[in-house]
């Protein structure tokens, strides 16, 4: 078992910027797709971006490409969201979650997640 806590949500202006970061509980000594899924009341969850153990592949949404970008500590213990020219769409509560595979084409699928944080939630006001 691993448990995963969110931190570094918060509430800020059109075009502003916050780092999330997700921290397991313990190493993940196995291949493993680690990172982002976001929802708003009202509608199912959706993947945002991922990123393989050991520096590999990362997958990123097209709603925030060249906005966003994950990235991982060495110890494969902390996985990091920048969030930058934030807009008012991108306000949600942003889960962390991990799969026990590489991640690849399906990452956005959040059924193939096993574990998932409580979230943090991002607002961005207009």
């Known amino acids: 078992q691993v448990q995963l806590e969110e931190s570094g949500g918060g509430s800020v202006q059109a075009g502003g910027s916050l780092r999330l970061s997700c921290a397991a509980s313990?190493?993940?000594?196995?291949?493993?797709?680690m990172g982002w899924f976001r929802q708003v009341p009202g509608k199912e969850r959706e993947g945002v971006a991922v990123?393989?153990?050991?520096?590999?592949?990362?997958y990123y949404a097209d709603f925030v490409k060249g906005r966003f970008t994950i990235s991982q500590d060495n110890d494969k213990k902390t996985v990091y969201l920048q969030m930058n020219s934030l807009k008012p769409e991108d306000t949600a509560l942003y889960y962390c979650?991990?799969?026990?595979?590489?991640?690849?084409?399906?990452?956005?699928?959040?059924?193939?997640?096993?574990?998932w944080g409580q979230g943090t939630q991002v607002t961005v006001s207009s």
């Open positions: 313990r190493y993940i000594d196995r291949e493993n797709c």
């Open positions: 979650a991990v799969n026990y595979v590489w991640c690849d084409d399906y990452w956005s699928n959040s059924r193939r997640y096993g574990y």
């Open positions: 990123i393989s153990s050991g520096g590999g592949s990362a």
